[in-house]
Nanobody, 114 residues
Framework: QVHLVESGGGLVQAGGSLRLSCAPS????????MGWYRQAPGKQRELVAT??????NYGDSVKGRFTISRDNAKNTVYLQMNSLKPEDTAVYYC?????????WGQGTQVTVSS
């Protein structure tokens, strides 16, 4: 069973920054895609950003503010979140996909105060 260990959430004021980390329990190269999704209270889970060895993809609401990256040596995926807004408040989940399987982390809370 794959485990995804997330860290870096917290409380920040609007306009501030946070960096989330996701470390899988096996090699990052064993996954086709890794990424971040978020879910706010009463809303559906939505895409934040995904990354492959060659591409990145972002949800429309975070383009230009968030950056997803991966450090192969540290076996970790990061989400740098800048210019945070109150509407970014949500539980953020790391996701890792193989061909026929999808794995989720336990989630980390991000709260942006106005």
């Amino acid at each position: 069973q794959v485990h995804l260990v997330e860290s870096g959430g917290g409380l920040v004021q609007a306009g501030g920054s946070l960096r989330l980390s996701c470390a899988p329990s096996e090699s990052i190269f064993s996954f086709n895609v890794m990424g971040w999704y978020r879910q706010a209270p009463g809303k559906q889970r939505e895409l934040v950003a995904t990354i492959t060895p060659t591409t990145t993809n972002y949800g429309d609401s975070v383009k230009g503010r968030f950056t997803i990256s991966r450090d192969n040596a540290k076996n970790t995926v990061y989400l740098q979140m800048n210019s945070l807004k109150p509407e970014d408040t949500a539980v953020y989940y790391c996701n890792a996909q193989k061909v026929w399987q999808s794995f989720w982390g336990q989630g980390t809370q991000v709260t942006v105060s106005s």
